[in-house]
């Protein structure tokens, strides 16, 4: 039986752990977005000063003017070296050591740094005299962001502690201690003849007394009115017809949320292959703003018949370059667009076709190239060629998906790298075997046989929502006519294996699955 202090105790402690946790993580954001604010704003002060110095020295050949001027530069944290290179062979390079030295900087062996920036050295905003390259470090910014999070986190917790603590206490005074007084005179009073005119104390709270009246009026009634019996058989009815409804709604809301987690998988989709779709896209307007650029400076030499061999070298070299560019990255675009077209398509409308596995396969992977494309994971595919299917493309699109995210949500760190294997197999009576694996972290023995269940996860905090695995499971009984299970060893990785019919059956809407 369930405790309502121990229920009480665990709402409490949620809620505190959500109000405290979000208080905690909009401070350091606070933060965060503070100290990339300063770090912006020393970078762009570090540029201008060097805009203002570092030319006239450039300009003189100054060493001495040179060093001085990044050595004054290296002072602060967030500059680790710096490298000056003039037009005339002019090189100077200085750096800071961990232990805040100032040495000199070797070419072609820059210091430890999270960013470079380069700038041009412009004597009187005309000449470009070389540039100056500068190495950036982010490590002060980052030990201060970890002391604050960890102060942020420790505040939290006994904040925490401390409110808990508090409210139980006064749960413990106020509300259960009369409740457990209540509860040894209701014992004692059942244990007497029910003709007995027997009274409850009256409790120190006039909340309770109340409660406490109304329980007198029941042990003085309770011998005569045997009918309650018969009321609570049928509220015991109604309660049961009450809970039949509920369990129908939860079984329409779960139908609800498996849709939606449908729709927010495409969304991501898209927006994904959107975002890299862009890459191509630019390159290409680039290189024809490029060429075009080259064209009309080639024109206009000629019209004016000063056109040289050398410029029309150039020229022919770069608007070879520029094309081999354009046509390059419109076919990159052009497969992400295709790839993407047909995995969307396939996802929304459920349609029933004919297509090949393994290319079907691969468009499934170039569409999903935008989330992994962050990651170290590699993806394979062993599939026999030819093999069709006459089935339906997005519901295997959706399994596959699913299984993939999963892979990467719970198989690995986000610092892991790994390879994850798709892989095809055909079988007799028309059936195949796909097989995901990957060599990830492995499924625990008490989380194996719930992973199919809905709203079953173990990162619920951290992205899991607990329907991916059980639309899978849904998606390969009902409409692909298949079967599907797990094999998984902590350490050892993780394979789903599918069995499918090459022509799938026709779907059945109103099966049910007991698991």
């Known amino acids: 039986m369930s405790s309502i202090k121990r229920s009480l105790a665990i709402w409490i402690l949620s809620v505190l752990s959500i109000v405290m946790g979000l208080i905690s993580f909009l401070s350091y954001e606070a933060a965060r977005s503070t100290e990339e604010r300063d770090y912006q704003g020393l970078k762009q002060g570090l540029q201008e000063r060097l805009a203002l110095s570092l ?41 800071r050591t961990v232990d805040g030295r100032i040495t000199d900087l070797a070419r072609g062996n820059p210091p430890p740094h999270d960013e470079t920036m380069l700038l041009p050295v412009l004597y009187q905003q005309r000449n470009n005299l070389g540039r100056v390259t500068v190495y950036l470090s982010r490590d002060k ?75 007198n009026l029941i042990i003085r009634k309770i011998a005569q009115e045997l009918g309650l019996r018969r009321n609570a058989q049928q509220l015991a009815t109604a309660e049961k017809e009450r809970a039949q409804i509920a369990y129908q ?47 009309g400076q080639i024109l206009a030499q000629f019209d004016g018949g000063q056109i040289k061999k050398s410029e029309l070298e150039r020229y022919l070299a770069d608007a070879a370059e520029s094309t081999a560019l354009i046509l390059a990255n419109a076919e990159r675009a052009a497969n992400l667009i295709h790839s993407f077209k047909q995995v969307a398509v396939d996802q929304t409308s459920e349609a029933r076709r004919q297509f090949d596995i393994e290319q079907y ?17 590699n993806i394979d595919i062993d599939s026999p060629p030819g093999l069709v299917l006459d ?36 079988l007799q009576q028309q059936k195949i075997r796909l097989t995901v694996s990957d060599d990830g ?26 329907l991916g695995l059980h639309i899978v499971f849904n998606i390969v009984f009902k409409r692909l006519g298949g079967t599907i299970r797990v094999d998984s060893s902590p350490g050892e990785g993780t394979s789903f294996v599918l ?12 099966r049910e699955i007991h698991s």
């Open 55 to 95: 030319p006239h020295g450039v300009w003189q050949l100054d060493d001495q003017f040179i060093r001085l001027t990044l050595d004054a530069e290296l002072k602060s944290p967030t500059v680790v070296g710096m490298m000056v290179e003039g037009d005339a062979g002019l090189f100077f390079g200085r750096m």
């Open 141 to 215: 910014i980052k030990s201060r962001l970890a002391s604050e999070l960890s102060w942020q986190i420790i505040q939290a917790l006994l904040i925490n502690v401390l409110l808990f603590v508090i409210l139980i206490a006064g749960l413990n005074r106020y509300v259960f201690a009369p409740l457990r007084e209540l509860q040894k005179a209701l014992y004692r009073a059942s244990r007497l003849e029910a003709e007995a005119d027997i009274q409850l104390p009256q409790a120190h709270f006039s909340e309770y007394s109340e409660l406490v009246c109304g329980v």
């Open 249 to 295: 709604q939860l079984l329409e809301t779960q139908n609800t949320l498996v849709e939606t987690e449908k729709l927010a998988s495409l969304g991501g989709l898209v927006a994904g292959v959107a975002h890299e779709i862009n890459t191509p896209i630019g390159i290409s307007l680039t290189a024809a703003s490029h060429l075009a650029q080259s064209t």
């Open 361 to 377: 396969l691969g468009e499934i992977i170039t569409s999903l190239r935008p989330k992994l494309r962050h990651s170290r994971i």
């Open 391 to 426: 089935s339906y493309p997005g519901a295997l699109s959706q399994v596959v998906t699913n299984l993939l995210m999963n892979a990467l949500l719970h198989a690995y760190n986000e610092s892991d790298s790994g390879n994850i294997l798709i892989r095809v197999d055909a």
């Open 441 to 466: 972290k492995g499924i625990a023995p008490e989380h194996l046989k719930r992973i199919f269940e809905p709203f079953f996860t173990t990162r619920r905090g951290s992205g899991g929502s607990g």
């Open 499 to 510: 069995v499918l019919p090459c022509t799938a059956p026709e779907p059945v809407y109103e």
